[in-house]
């Protein structure tokens, strides 16, 4: 089975937080920007919309910083998993995280981070413009190779 | 439910804050935002209150659908008295405070009275102060939004706020949220000034939940989302060109207000349209538009992000507007461009960053600048009264240099301040004022589109596109093509539009959905959120409900079926060139009709057997 990752592309981010929304009622079962996984961030002055997330490390320092092995290898889709039973809020994975995807939730006393929804991540499905994609994890160039590819292809038919 | 079922009221003459149960016989009634918030309005404000007195209230509402996964679900509202028309106002805006007062868990705020001294009200979820506002007095909705967000130390927080225009007297001043949304119209901003509230700022933590039924919400959510999606205007015009597609269009229907409505065809109207701010500037090799932007939760995304030039003359030593910001929407270029003669893209974009950056309406302003330019291509003001201006139809450095007077209410930016019926009537020529119950016409002439003349003349807040766009059906073919030049059968779409209009604007969606969406997409979204039974019939029944009560109240203010009117240049001069040449706007054919069918007496008033029918408070 191929093994997937999310690919965000920023280019086509709209700002619009449908992920957020889709990730927080996934989790949450409440529309909450708060509380998503996925977060948008605005360079007002760049006009560029950015959705971030938790890239899913191979060699993941959350799950290595943890105590208490709350954070465990999802083997199905390469995420790394946050067990609530065990986790007890010491927030050690938030600051090993050199990205900062996984953060401290007040109200539950756990932390949350990304964990793909188990393989069908929400925030792609509710992304409208196709900014956030759910793809083959060995070939999140492909889309870039593709544009590149159109460009020679074109450069080549004008000099003939 | 999806309603938070709280609300909160402050007093700003004493400081207090409570908090109240939503009132859920009125939600049933009148859903939320607009109609609701009109509800809480009329029972609590005598229509005759003197709109910058500390009698007015302000309410900023949030609808049932609003924080939601609906598609453009993020919208609110602001609810008054305006000071512009002395009607009912309510302006609606995106961006994303609605969402943050909804996730703080509030439905709405009534503000009430009038605070000694500039405060600003910070909303932490159950948390709620009025803050000092002392060093936010005087400063531009822009410098106010990023000192709020460094006090309080959250880049989070979503704020709305009024800048200089209002704080001097502005009477279109608008309410700015998120940098570059904005509650635009009537004067909302004017009021929450003269309350001495400069901002709210709003961080919402808590979710909104408690939806009716969750599985067919989020079926019928998905659903309509690909309506959207699938839909030429919502899922490529929109998206591409913004409202700005529409220029080019109107332009070539000889609709096209120019030079404060004397023609109806603009000559420049190309180089201020969408098209235009796609192609790239000699200069610097980078289009006008950056990007499209969606508010919060919309899949639609008809947003604007744009730059200046950075030599264009009007920024060249200004490079704090050399960044990316709110860009040119089709009313607003086509106030700023068309109507004044102007058509220079980079001037009207600056121009409409300042709109923005100081809050106030590029409608009313641009219309007023356009009264102001024939008072000085007639004589009646000359530099004298401009303060050494040379007011000329078409020129660019004027409009740049009036406009930054009006946000700082300075010199003639004072006069322009007062929006083009006092300023006409102040000259002594209000025949020149293109006004209806004191606001500004839109973007539409209604010698070319008939309708949208009935529109003018009967809206609830004076001359607005945006509460029955028959533009859509009369240009448009939506939901059906009728022919814009003819009269018959638009008093009944016009009541249509209205009604539904009306329920829109109450479930926290965004009217540009309709360019795709019926209530027949719309009441199945309400339906599956909120408690009661909202189908497609109750929804139009409750839009129906909210017009005649937003009118009872305008004519308990002292408003009379005499004013629902158009000025003489539409109803006496016919269009010069175009399609509509040699026609007016045949008011007089469509008003006893509406009137009749809207079951008023035939000089406009509201009677017993139409207030019972509505239930509408005696």
């Known amino acids: ?160 | 439910m999806a309603w938070t079922k709280q609300i909160l009221r402050v007093n700003l003459t004493n400081g207090d804050v409570s908090v109240e149960p939503l009132n859920m016989g009125w939600a049933q009634e009148y859903l939320g935002q607009r109609g609701l918030a009109t509800r809480y309005f009329v029972a609590e404000v005598d229509p005759t209150v003197d709109a910058l007195g500390p009698d007015n209230k302000l309410i900023m509402a949030t609808g049932p659908l609003t924080g939601t996964m609906a598609s453009t679900g993020g919208r609110y509202s602001v609810i008054t008295k305006s000071p512009l028309t002395g009607t009912i106002a309510c302006s609606n805006s995106g961006g994303f405070i609605g969402a943050a007062l909804k996730n703080a868990g509030w439905d709405m705020i009534i503000f009430e009275g009038k605070a000694p001294s500039p405060v600003y009200l910070y909303v932490e979820d159950d948390k709620v102060e009025i803050l000092p506002a002392d060093d936010l007095w005087g400063k531009s909705v822009w410098e106010a939004d990023e000192l709020i967000h460094k006090k309080h130390q959250d880049p989070q927080i979503r704020i709305s706020c009024v800048g200089r225009a209002a704080e001097s007297g502005c009477l279109f001043s608008a309410i700015v949220n998120d940098l570059h949304r904005a509650a635009g119209r009537s004067g909302v901003g004017t009021v929450m000034a003269s309350k001495n509230l400069k901002a709210v700022a709003v961080r919402g933590t808590k979710g909104v939940g408690n939806i009716k039924d969750p599985i067919r919400f989020m079926r019928e959510v998905t659903a309509q989302k690909k309506v959207l999606a699938d839909n030429a205007v919502t899922g490529q015009g929109l998206p591409t060109y913004g409202t700005q597609v529409l220029m080019n269009v109107i332009n070539e229907m000889g609709a096209l207000p120019t030079r404060n409505m004397r023609e109806v065809k603009f000559e420049g109207a190309h180089s201020v349209s969408g098209e235009a701010m796609h192609e790239k500037r000699k200069t610097d090799g980078k289009p006008n538009l950056t990007r499209n932007a969606g508010c919060f939760g919309c899949t639609i995304a008809c947003g604007r992000i744009s730059t200046v030039d950075q030599g264009h003359f009007s920024v060249a030593n200004k490079p704090e507007y050399w960044g990316n910001s709110g860009g040119l929407e089709y009313e607003a270029a086509w106030a700023l461009g068309p109507d004044t003669g102007v058509d220079d893209l980079d001037a009207l974009t600056y121009v409409n960053f300042l709109c923005n950056e100081d809050g106030f309406d590029p409608i009313s302003y641009g219309s007023t600048v356009a009264a102001a330019m024939e008072l000085y291509d007639m004589g009646v003001i000359t530099k004298e009264d401009t303060g050494g201006i040379e007011l000329t139809f078409g020129s660019a450095e004027a409009l740049v240099k009036v406009t930054e007077l009006t946000a700082k209410g300075e010199g003639f930016g004072k006069i322009l301040g007062l929006g083009s019926k006092r300023m006409c009537e102040k000259y002594g020529h209000p025949e020149l004022s293109m006004t209806v119950k004191g606001q500004e016409f839109p973007a539409y002439d209604p010698r070319g589109i008939q309708g949208m003349g009935l529109t003018y003349a009967t809206s609830n807040r004076g001359a607005c596109h945006l509460r029955s766009y028959t533009v859509a059906s009369e240009v448009l073919g939506i939901p059906v093509k009728t022919d814009p030049l003819e009269t018959d059968g638009k008093p009944e779409l016009v009541i249509a539009f209205q009604d539904a209009t009306a329920a829109v604007d109450s479930s926290g969606l965004c009217l540009f959905t309709t360019f795709a969406w019926s209530l027949e997409n719309i009441a199945p979204q309400i339906d599956a959120a909120c408690e009661g039974d909202w189908s497609v019939e109750k929804c139009a029944e409750v839009g129906a409900r909210i017009w005649n009560l937003e009118r009872d109240f305008n004519m308990r203010a002292g408003l009379t079926g005499a004013d629902d009117t158009l000025p003489k240049r539409l109803l006496k001069d016919a269009a010069n060139v175009g399609p509509a040449q040699g026609k007016v706007a045949g008011l007089d054919l469509m008003l006893p009709k509406y009137y009749e069918l809207r079951g008023w007496t035939t000089d406009g008033q509201l009677t017993d057997e139409t207030r019972s029918r509505y239930r509408l408070p005696a």
């Open chain 1, 1 to 160: 089975m191929l093994m997937k990752s999310l690919y965000i592309n920023p280019e086509k981010c709209t700002g619009c937080l449908q992920c957020e929304m889709a990730c927080s009622f996934e989790n949450e079962g409440v529309f909450n920007p708060a509380r998503s996984r996925i977060k948008v961030f605005t360079f007002h002055d760049a006009g560029r919309f950015v959705p971030y997330t938790c890239t899913q490390c191979d060699e993941a320092w959350c799950m290595k910083a943890c105590p208490v092995e709350a954070i465990v290898l999802n083997a199905a889709t390469g995420s790394k998993d946050i067990i609530n039973d065990r986790c007890v809020g010491c927030k050690v994975c938030t600051i090993a995280c050199p990205f900062g995807t996984v953060n401290y939730n007040s109200a539950s006393g756990k932390v949350i981070k990304c964990d793909l929804c188990g393989g069908n991540p929400q925030c792609a499905q509710a992304c409208p413009t196709g900014a956030i994609t759910y793809i083959d994890a060995d070939a999140t160039g492909l889309e870039r190779m593709r544009l590149w590819a159109t460009k020679t292809d074109t450069a080549h038919h004008a000099a003939a």
